[in-house]
């Protein structure tokens, strides 16, 4: 077909390598740079019938976010700015496998299925974070999008988030803000300036935040927010790429995973620093206190800052809207028990990936979704919105009543809903401790986490973990469940679970206990059983 001609001709710079399969995992496809510039041709493509299909603008964002620097993938990003829906990542993976001479046909496979009208116009928008590889393989996109027709526009070095942001700026035409880098920083400087600017009494040491940019595109972006901010906010910038590299030994997935501080980053006693992951979508805060121990507050911290605040808020609104939060297994035993128990609030659990997470948090007024690993954001319903902003605009209510409505429209205007948002929850959480005049210690002391451990164990084939109830029990393969179950009866206040990782060839595994060197011995024990039952490759995992 003569439509198709350009696809065929271009396809053949982008060409598969023989035999190379790839899935699309928890967050899109994710390897090794060196094996997707034919994914990223294709995505292209994909997301050129997927904005035919839904008449909207599509998003291709071209990062690996946490993973080492020389892996790079791609996120597809939905009209609403949301993670692509889930019967197009089948698709995804489809016309990623296909082999060279079969593209065609997968391509027109999608078309009749999803019955594609071809002549209907297509607008892609382009993002990459700051790998050496990502400016080729966007390039690669591009390519894809224009063989098809589609039109594009490159928005070159952007975070993960404000590609988010764009592509629903633009499919709501404005109304959630403007599609422009300048237009995203008003619109959040201007909500932060909002909530913080009336606070009394605020000292410059309180206005200070230690920031480890994981030598990512989120310092570049830092950079660029800074001086809206600045009256209120003074951060001090570390890791922001002009030596190190990309997430080693810095960022959230090393803080969060190895439990200790960044390099490069000179924190003093008591002193409030937070990490972003590579491409600004995660965010875990810490501090180090006057005995040197270190104290993290990760996604389930920063769930339960905003949730509390949110509730006190629709308290003095008088608003009765309904509060949850969704959490993942990796979420800390305490902060369930916290949420559910004091706070009373609603807590649901769903498989890893914000998908899953952002999905559960529609069906509430207000769903706040954080993973453990700092990725997450809040999400309010329509009804919830317009609620807040008519109480905003009754002139029948108390001052306190508006005064507690101007702050909820505030924070939603700061929240990133499309997709969690490293610098957008940033500014939430310094608003929130700035409002209620709490410092990172009063907020770290709001529950006490139960020790924990995340290890990795590298196996012959992943997918032979299959796994049931939001991941928390492994189904294949057999035995595997068993043995967990057996080892967990042996310390106290313990859980543990497997799980396949959706972005590195690794089985994930997590182990809580009521003592740091029981939840080190469980996590141990059974990345020993993950080995001898699942296929481990290489030597034995050795004892922390
Ligand atoms: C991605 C996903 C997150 C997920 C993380 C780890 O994060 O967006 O939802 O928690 O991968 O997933 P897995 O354990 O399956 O490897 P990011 O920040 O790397 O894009």
């Known amino acids: 077909m003569a439509e198709f001609e350009e696809v065929a001709q271009k396809s053949k710079l982008h060409p598969k390598p023989e035999g190379l399969t790839l899935q699309y995992g928890t967050a899109g496809f994710r390897t090794n740079a060196k094996h997707l510039d034919h994914i990223m041709f294709r995505m292209g493509l994909l997301a050129t019938l997927r904005s035919k299909k839904t008449k909207s603008t599509i998003g291709v964002m071209v990062t690996a976010s946490h993973n080492p620097e020389e892996d790079n993938g791609v996120k597809l990003i939905d009209p609403m700015g949301e993670m692509v829906a889930a019967t197009w990542e089948e698709y995804a993976t489809q016309l990623a496998n296909a082999e060279q001479d079969h593209l065609l046909a997968a391509l027109k496979d999608i078309i009749e299925k999803e019955d594609i009208s071809m002549s209907e116009a297509a607008s892609v928008y382009i993002g990459r974070d700051t790998r050496p590889s990502s400016a080729a393989l966007s390039q690669a996109v591009l390519d894809g999008v224009s063989s098809l027709g589609g039109k594009t526009h490159d928005y070159g070095l952007v975070s993960t988030p404000q590609l988010h942001y764009m592509v629903c700026c633009c499919n709501t035409k404005g109304r959630y803000g403007s599609a422009t880098l300048e237009g995203y920083y008003q619109k959040l400087s201007q909500a932060f300036l909002q909530l913080t600017h009336n606070v009394p009494n605020r000292t410059d040491d309180q206005k200070r935040l230690l920031l480890d940019g994981a030598n990512g595109i989120g310092a570049l972006k830092m950079k660029e927010l800074e001086p809206f901010i600045r009256s209120e906010l003074q951060v001090v910038l570390s890791n922001d790429g002009s030596s190190g590299k990309l997430n080693h030994l810095c960022g959230a997935d090393y803080v969060k995973v190895q439990q200790k501080a960044p390099q490069g980053v000179s924190m003093g006693v008591g002193e409030r620093c937070c990490s972003f992951d590579g491409d600004a979508d995660r965010i875990v805060y810490y501090y180090t206190d006057s005995k040197n121990c270190f104290h993290l507050l990760d996604g389930d911290?920063?769930?339960?800052?905003?949730?509390?605040?949110?509730?006190?808020?629709?308290?003095?609104?008088?608003?009765?809207?309904?509060?949850?939060?969704?959490?993942?297994?990796?979420?800390?035993?305490?902060?369930?028990?916290?949420?559910?128990?004091?706070?009373?609030?609603?807590?649901?659990?769903?498989?890893?990936?914000?998908?899953?997470?952002?999905?559960?948090?529609?069906?509430?007024?207000?769903?706040?979704?954080?993973?453990?690993?700092?990725?997450?954001?809040?999400?309010?319903?329509?009804?919830?919105?317009?609620?807040?902003?008519?109480?905003?605009?009754?002139?029948?209510?108390?001052?306190?009543?508006?005064?507690?409505?101007?702050?909820?429209?505030?924070?939603?205007?700061?929240?990133?809903?499309?997709?969690?948002?490293?610098?957008?929850?940033?500014?939430?959480?310094?608003?929130?401790?700035?409002?209620?005049?709490?410092?990172?210690?009063?907020?770290?002391e709001i529950y006490t986490d139960l020790p924990n451990r995340q290890l990795k164990v590298t196996v012959s084939d992943r997918r032979v973990i299959n796994t049931t109830d939001a991941e928390r029990r492994a189904v294949t393969p057999e035995g595997l469940q068993d043995a967990i179950d057996s080892l967990v009866k042996k310390y106290k206040n313990a859980r543990s679970f497997v799980r396949p990782s959706g972005t590195e060839d690794v089985v994930r595994v997590y182990a809580e206990a009521d003592t740091q060197e029981g939840a080190d011995r469980l996590a141990h024990e059974v990345s020993l059983a993950v080995h001898r039952l699942a296929g481990g490759v290489g030597d034995e995992p050795k004892p922390l």
Not at 333 to 346: F, I, N, P, Q, W
Not at 415 to 422: C, E, F, H, K, L
Not at 428 to 440: F, K, N, Y
């Open 301 to 444: 911290k920063i769930a339960t800052l905003i949730s509390t605040f949110l509730k006190e808020l629709l308290t003095q609104a008088g608003l009765n809207l309904q509060v949850a939060v969704v959490q993942t297994a990796y979420a800390n035993g305490s902060s369930t028990r916290y949420l559910e128990d004091v706070m009373k609030v609603a807590v649901c659990c769903t498989k890893t990936g914000v998908k899953h997470l952002h999905h559960a948090a529609q069906e509430y007024d207000i769903g706040v979704y954080f993973e453990a690993n700092g990725h997450g954001t809040v999400l309010f319903s329509k009804a919830a919105q317009k609620q807040i902003v008519e109480l905003v605009k009754d002139s029948n209510v108390n001052d306190e009543r508006k005064h507690a409505a101007k702050l909820l429209e505030n924070t939603v205007n700061l929240i990133n809903q499309t997709v969690g948002d490293a610098i957008s929850d940033m500014l939430v959480i310094e608003a929130v401790l700035a409002i209620r005049g709490m410092s990172v210690q009063d907020w770290d």
